[in-house]
Structures are given as C-alpha cells and as structure tokens.
C-alpha cells in the first residue's frame, strides 16, 4: 500500500528521500502502459527490520497486440558502505542508519505497436522524461 510520507516519518523511523515515477524503460506501445513508482526510505536508525513481498518479480506485466512487457517490482537497499542488496521477498532483513530502501514499483505493459504512437505522444512522454531519446529512437523510430 502506499503510506503517505508524513506517517512513515512519524510512525516507522524513516525519511522520505524521493518519490518519483519509475524512469526504468518497459511498457511501450501505441499506447504506454502506466508508469510505476520509486520511492526512498532513508532508515533513521541501527538494528531495523525489513520485511516485504512483491509478486511480479521476475514476470513483467505482459505487454499485448504488439505493446511491450513492462518492467517488474522490487525493493533495493543501499548500504551506507556503497554495496546494494536487490529482493521481492525478505523477512527480518536487519537495515541501519543511512541505508536507504528503495522501492520500485513496474511500468505496465503497453498496448499497440510502438510504431504506430504518434509523434506528439513521443514528444510529451520526452518532455515528461518518461522516456529518453535514445529509447525513443530504440523502439518508436522517432529521431528529433
């Protein structure tokens, strides 16, 4: 579920670093499936737990008619010391101070062949960063 970030802050001992839009590539089409989320929890103090589960960790949500799959779920933690920990599914996973849990959300798949999006679709999806242009170019042949 999605915990408004005040209530995590006050109730559970985290920061809220970042909310944003999942930036990974996966799910283009005609039409674009929905963009996921990515959030980061910094971990405010030692000897915390972890624990989540995520389905769609290692399918990604199908794209259909030609749309391409999205992109799957999961959660990162990355370590004070630089090193980077990836799961769908941990229990009691021990998280200190200065860690941070990311937590990526998937793209949905597309619907469509992505050469038939239009070019003012492909443009507002680069202005709005969903999409870079050298993914735009990859899969909607579109060269600005």
């Not at 985290?14 to 996966?26: C, D, F, H, R, T």
């Not at 963009?35 to 995520?54: M, W």
Request: proline share 4%; aromatic share 10%; hydrophobic share 30%.
């Amino acid at each position: 579920f999605n915990c408004p970030a005040e209530v995590a802050e006050a109730r559970y001992g985290l920061g809220i670093e970042q909310v944003a839009l999942n930036s990974e590539p996966g799910g283009e089409g005609q039409w674009r499936g929905g963009k996921g989320i990515e959030v980061h929890y910094r971990v405010r103090a030692d000897d915390n737990f972890l624990s989540v589960g995520y389905t769609r960790s290692r399918m990604p949500p199908w794209g259909a008619s030609g749309g391409l799959d999205g992109s799957v779920n999961y959660v990162e933690v990355m370590r004070r010391d630089g090193s980077r920990d990836r799961h769908a599914f941990t229990t009691n996973l021990t998280v200190n101070e200065g860690d941070i849990i990311r937590v990526v959300t998937g793209n949905g798949g597309g619907y469509g062949d992505p050469k038939l999006r239009s070019r003012a679709d492909i443009e507002r999806d680069l202005k709005n960063e969903y999409l870079t242009p050298e993914r735009a170019k990859e899969i909607y042949g579109y060269d600005a």
